[in-house]
């Protein structure tokens, strides 16, 4: 059985909170819980960070994230082999100002299901970076 890590991401308070509240207990008791752990951390311990995440002991790792480096670093690490299945939950308000939630998978190939949210200028470099990173791995 394959590891489990699910990625939290949106703007702003957009129910990720709230809906770790809302698992029922008992599913949270086999679930390990990381808040921004990428919070003070340069690139370079970004990507010890993405090891540790695929090397850690939890079988269901869940991630609150606001670092596209983390999201992108993991799509390399999927298309590179890592066994492990990724999920990015994407919680963003609609123009009727209710919450929605998209899932978004990792493919085996490192390309995601769907698109994430731009994330500014970094978003187009890092996708730049990505396409040499993947032609090379």
Avoid at 14 to 38: A, F, M, S, V
Avoid at 49 to 56: R, S, T
Avoid at 97 to 122: C, H, M, R, W
Wanted: some cysteine.
């Amino acid at each position: 059985k394959r590891k489990t890590v699910t990625f939290l991401i949106g703007r702003n308070n957009t129910g990720k909170t709230q809906w770790w509240e809302n698992l029922p207990k008992e599913q949270k008791y086999y679930i390990e819980y990381w808040d921004k752990p990428e919070t003070d951390l340069d690139l370079s311990a970004q990507k010890i960070l993405v090891d540790k995440i695929i090397n850690c002991d939890s079988e269901h790792l869940i991630v609150e994230t606001h670092s596209e480096i983390l999201l992108r670093s993991m799509q390399v690490e999927v298309a590179k082999g890592a066994q492990i299945e990724v999920k990015i939950l994407l919680f963003e308000i609609d123009e009727k100002n209710a919450q929605t939630i998209k899932e978004i998978y990792i493919k085996d190939n490192g390309v995601l299901s769907d698109s994430i949210p731009d994330f500014g200028i970094i978003s187009k470099l890092l996708m730049k970076l990505m396409k040499i990173v993947m032609i090379f791995t």
